[in-house]
């Protein structure tokens, strides 16, 4: 079956950084796209950084563009987040997601940015 496992996170002082990664099992990892995704407190899910299959794509939320790196590694089947320069307003879980026929999540990581 599928599974994310995500990892990395903790608490960081503003302007510090952290590298999520996303361990990814029980599918063809190299055929598929990836997701990351935050939801603070009270707040909706959103998307934070897409990759393609083959890493040669990828987008960002405007809120993290030139801040945040996604990249990934299809030989060790795991996605990162490369989180620099980071700002209260980024505490939240983080999650990576895969869509596969359904979608699919990890049981996040929480990051908490402050002094």
């Known amino acids: 079956q599928v599974q994310l496992v995500e990892s990395g996170g903790g608490l960081v002082q503003p302007g510090g950084s952290l590298r999520l990664s996303c361990a990814a099992s029980?599918?063809?990892?190299?055929?598929?796209?990836m997701r990351w995704y935050r939801q603070a407190p009270e707040k909706e899910r959103e998307l934070v950084a897409f990759?393609?299959?083959?890493?040669?794509?990828?987008n960002y939320a405007d809120s993290v563009k030139g801040r945040f790196t996604i990249s990934r590694n299809n030989g060790k089947n795991t996605v990162y987040l490369q989180m620099n320069s980071l700002k209260p307003e980024d505490t939240a879980v983080y999650y990576c997601?895969?869509?596969?026929?359904?979608?699919?999540w990890g049981q996040g990581t929480q990051v908490t940015v402050s002094s």
């Open positions: 997601n895969v869509v596969r026929i359904t979608s699919y």
């Open positions: 029980g599918f063809t990892f190299s055929s598929y796209g």
């Open positions: 990759i393609s299959s083959t890493g040669s794509s990828t």
